[in-house]
Structures are given as C-alpha cells and as structure tokens.
C-alpha cells in the first residue's frame, strides 16, 4: 500500500514539475511534506541543501530519499520509477516525432525557433549559479564584502582553462572544487 | 547496407559499431555524466555536447540543441529527459532505457548512502568548501558553454534569432517568466516565420 502511494505521488511529481530543476519544488513539498507528511519541513530543506552538495536532479534526489525513509530500498526504487514514468512516455513519443518528421518545414520551424531561446534559459540558469558563487549571501549584492575572492577567481581560470584548451568539463568542475577547497584551507591557515 | 549506417548514428572510428557496444556505451556515458551533474540540470548540456558530439561524434551540434529543446519542453528532470532522447536517437527504445537505467543510478546510489549519514553530510566542513567552490567551476563550465552556442546563433547572422534569444534571456533572467511560456512564445514565433516564408516562396515561384 504504502508503494502504491510512493508510486503514485512522484507520478505526480514527474509529470507536472515542467521547466527543470527548481520549478518541481513546489510539487515535491505538497506531495510529501502536505499530503502524506512523509517528511518534515524541515527536512525537506536538507534534501533541498544535499541536493546541491550531489549530483542528480533534485526530484531524482528526493524520490530516493523519501523512498528510502518510507519503504527502504524497495522504497527508493519505486518512487524513482514512478519519478521517471511520465518523462519516459512523453518524451519518447516526441523523440519519435522528432526522428521521423525533424525535417518538415512547419516541425522545422518551431525548433529554429526554439534554439535561440534554449540558449537563453541555459544563460539564465548559468547566471543563477554564477550570482549564487559570487556572493557570500547568495544573492546579488553592491557590497564588496559580500563578494567571494577565491570563487570569482576559480570561474575566471576556469574560463579561460575552458576557452584556450578545451579539456573534459566534468575534470574543471572537480578540478575546480579540490584545487579551490585546497586554496580556501591554506587561506585560512594562513591567516 | 546503406540504409543501417544513415539510421544509426552508432559509430566508433567511422565504422559501424556492434548493437551490444553501442548499448554498453550509452549506459557508461550516461552513468559517468549523471554521476557529476553537480549544480542543476542544465549542467548535463555541456556535459553531453562534450560526450556525444564532440567525442563520439554521434550527434551534430544543431541536433544536440533540438534534443535539448525538446527535453525542456517536456515534464520531468531536463537531464533525464535529455537523456532519453540521445539514447532513443542513437540506438531506439532499448537505447532509451539504457541510458534511463545511467542517468537514475547514480543519484539512486549517492542518495541512498548519503540518507544514513545526512546529518553528518551537510554539516560537514570540507564537503561544504569544496562544493562551494565547485560551483564557481559549475558556473564556468555553463558559461562556456553558453558562448559557444550563442556564437552559432550570431554566426546565423539573423536578426530574428538574436532578438528572440535576447528578449527570452531578458524574460527569464529579469521578470522570472514562467519557462512554459517562453518556449511556447518562441515556438510560435518560429511556425509563424515559416509559414511566411513558405508563402513568400510560393509567391515568388
């Protein structure tokens, strides 16, 4: 019973959390937090804070962990799968539009359209993280104290590494969080 | 024999690869990308452009754009979906649940193991350093990739391209527009345009 209640809320979950990342927390909260009350407020502020701190979707992120406090392993499974049931259906039956009608003017044209703005929503998202690494506070600030030195000067190297070189991006992420956290210690063993 | 190498794009060296390989590649690409999708889901595009089209040359850049713009368009988490269409694209629907089973183990796994310690986790002072740190590398890593395609849009020499991905960044980054709607205001500007010049080439014939 309780799987069948797992399976069915991040049903919900996949299928109404449109536009990415952020946009399915609302979801995640009435769901589990509101209905079932499966977790507390709180604790949905540490999946949120892991979420940040592991790779994955935080749906994904989520589904696990509920999954797992609720129901175990079983539990993590089935909401995952229900979590990725609506994608899958979905997004494969556009897939094999796409394959098979990608070159029909009308079909053509609304992703020629769509390209300039899906270069802009991932500016925005890039933007989001940048103005989060910048500032101390996490959010855009005049004051210079609130400015993290060490961050602004990894995203500048980074850059440039990204530019000139053109190296696997996943080895300047963990370049840049195990050089950067090495920098920030001996800082702070310095001082 | 001409038919196989145009419906899949399942190659390694300019030859034809074996069904199984291709499978196997798929789940270990998309295992290895999911597993350091640090930093949200959009993440995963610089991620597979480097992987699919600048690696394995399976995917040109225009189609990676379209592949993303249709996982944006639907429900769900954009790197899943992302994930789905490159592998129904490469290699059908068993190709798609390979790289579901890549994309959801990760997270599954990392989850999983944090969920027992997750106090310990967030509070824990390195993990925290270095992950903030690690964005800096995030935002780079976006920002990278950004300039690359925004270059193809400019190089388009459009004016319509540039004002609609300028007008949808102003959108989203300034007034916060809902995400749906930007897509199906573009998507419509894009029909609409043609639809025109379809009809002004009819004229002109």
């Known amino acids: 019973m309780i799987y069948a209640q797992l399976l069915w809320s991040f049903i919900q979950i996949g299928l109404f959390s449109i536009g990415g990342g952020y946009a399915s927390l609302p979801l995640i ?46 539990g ?43 270069v802009a929503l991932i500016a925005s998202a890039g933007l989001t993280i940048l103005v989060s690494a910048f500032f101390t506070s996490g959010a855009f600030s005049a004051n210079l104290s609130d400015v993290n030195g060490v961050n602004v000067v990894i995203f500048a190297v980074c850059l440039i590494v990204l530019r000139k070189w053109k190296p696997d991006p996943i080895l300047v992420m963990v370049g840049s969080g195990v050089l950067g956290g090495l920098a920030v210690f001996a800082l702070q063993y310095l001082n | 024999m001409l038919k196989r190498g145009v419906g899949s794009p399942c190659t390694r060296k300019g030859e034809p690869m074996q069904k199984k390989n291709c499978y196997l590649t798929l789940f270990l690409s998309t295992l290895k990308l999911s597993a350091f999708t640090f930093g949200g889901g959009y993440v995963i595009v610089p991620l597979m452009r480097r992987r699919f089209v600048e690696g394995l040359h399976w995917i040109d850049e225009n189609e990676m754009i379209d592949l993303i713009a249709i996982a944006q368009s639907s429900p769900g988490p954009i790197a899943v979906n992302a994930s789905i269409i490159i592998g129904y694209r490469v290699a059908g629907v068993l190709g798609a649940l390979c790289t579901i089973l890549g994309t959801v183990l990760p997270p599954l796994v990392i989850l999983s193991l944090v969920s027992l310690v997750y106090a310990a986790f967030r509070d824990n002072a390195i993990v925290n350093v270095v992950m903030g740190c690690m964005q800096a590398g995030v935002a780079a890593v976006i920002c990278d990739v950004v300039i690359s395609m925004a ?55």
């Open chain 1, 76 to 118: 993590a499974l089935v909401a995952t799968f229900g979590c990725v049931l609506p994608s899958c259906i979905i997004v494969l039956a556009l897939a094999w539009v796409y394959t098979k009608y990608k070159n029909l003017g009308i079909l053509r044209g609304i992703l020629d359209g769509l390209r300039p703005a899906v």
């Open chain 2, 151 to 205: 270059q193809g849009i400019l190089k388009l020499k459009k004016a319509l391209p540039i004002i609609v991905m300028v007008l949808a960044f102003v959108g989203q980054a300034v007034f916060h527009l809902n995400v749906i709607l930007i897509i199906v205001l573009c998507g419509l500007i894009g029909a609409i345009n043609t639809l025109q010049m379809c009809k002004k080439g009819g004229q002109d014939t």
């Open chain 1, 29 to 74: 909260e009435h769901q589990v937090v509101d209905v079932h009350g499966w977790l507390t407020p709180l604790q949905l502020t540490d999946i949120i804070t892991i979420s940040q701190m592991t790779p994955g979707p935080i749906a994904l992120n989520a589904a696990t962990f509920v999954g797992t406090r609720v129901g175990g392993l079983p």
